[in-house]
C-alpha cells in the first residue's frame, strides 16, 4: 500500500511540474489570449443571463406599426389636426400683437400739463442705471428750480430693465411702448434732451394711460 501511495504521488508531481514548465514556455500573447477568451467566454454567459424574453404581445405590436404604417398615418393625421386651427401669425407690419402696459420700449421725457418738463434733475434715474447709459447735467434757474440742461442716453447702451422709470419721483423719464425705432447709424441712438422731450411729446396719450392703469401696482 505504501509503494502504491508513493507512485500515485510521484505521478502527480511529475505532471505539476510538466504543466509548469508548459506554462513557463507559453509566450505573453497566447496567454494573454487564453486569459481574454476565458473573459469574453465569462461575459457573454452573464449577458445571455440578464436578456429577458419578448413576449409575443410585444412582437405582434411592434410588426403591426411595421406592417400597417401606423407611424406615418399618426403624422398625417397631426399635420391635418394643425392644418386646420386658427392662424396664430399676423402680418406685420399691417397686424400688430397685443403690447402690455408694463412694455418697455423708446425712452421719452414728459411734461406737466402747463408745458413745463418734470424733470427735477435729482438724477436718480442717472444712479439707478446699471449700463451708466444716462448723463445728466443740471443747473437752477432764475425762479429757483432745479432743471436740467443736458438729459442724454445711449440706447446702444440701455439694457431697458426699467429701472429709470421707476426711479423717478416724478414719472418724468418712462420707457414707451414704441419699438420701431431702428436707425443706420450709431449717432442717431444718442438721445439727447430735445429727442426724448419730442417723443414724450409724441405719446403723452398713450403713456398717461398706461401710468393710470398700472397705478394699482406702483
Not at 399676423?90 to 421719452?108: D, M, Q, V
Not at 443706420?184 to 419730442?198: A, C, F, Q, R, V
Request: with cysteine.
Amino acid at each position: 500500500a505504501r509503494a502504491t501511495m508513493s507512485v500515485m504521488l510521484a505521478s502527480v508531481a511529475s505532471r505539476r511540474s510538466a504543466l509548469v514548465l508548459a506554462t513557463s514556455k507559453t509566450s505573453p500573447a497566447c496567454l494573454s489570449f487564453i486569459v481574454g477568451r476565458s473573459m469574453s467566454t465569462a461575459q457573454e454567459r452573464k449577458d445571455q443571463d440578464n436578456i429577458l424574453p419578448t413576449s409575443w404581445t410585444v412582437i405582434l405590436d411592434r410588426s403591426s406599426q411595421i406592417f400597417f404604417l401606423t407611424e406615418i398615418w399618426r403624422a398625417i393625421w397631426l399635420a391635418g389636426e394643425v392644418a386646420m386651427k386658427p392662424k396664430v401669425t399676423i402680418n406685420y407690419p399691417y397686424e400688430k400683437g397685443y403690447l402690455s402696459p408694463r412694455f418697455r420700449g423708446e425712452h421719452a421725457l414728459r411734461r406737466y400739463p402747463s408745458g413745463d418738463e418734470r424733470c427735477i434733475a435729482c438724477k436718480l434715474c442717472e444712479a439707478a442705471c446699471p449700463a451708466q447709459a444716462i448723463t445728466i447735467d443740471a443747473e437752477e434757474r432764475e425762479d429757483g428750480a432745479r432743471r436740467t440742461t443736458r438729459y442724454d442716453i445711449d440706447m446702444t447702451k440701455c439694457i431697458y430693465c426699467g429701472y429709470c422709470q421707476e426711479a423717478c419721483p416724478v414719472d418724468a423719464i418712462v420707457e414707451t411702448q414704441n419699438f420701431e425705432f431702428a436707425t443706420e447709424t450709431h449717432e442717431e441712438l444718442l438721445y439727447d434732451k430735445e429727442k426724448l422731450l419730442s417723443n414724450g411729446d409724441k405719446w403723452e396719450t398713450q403713456i398717461a394711460k398706461n401710468l393710470l392703469s398700472e397705478h394699482l401696482y406702483r
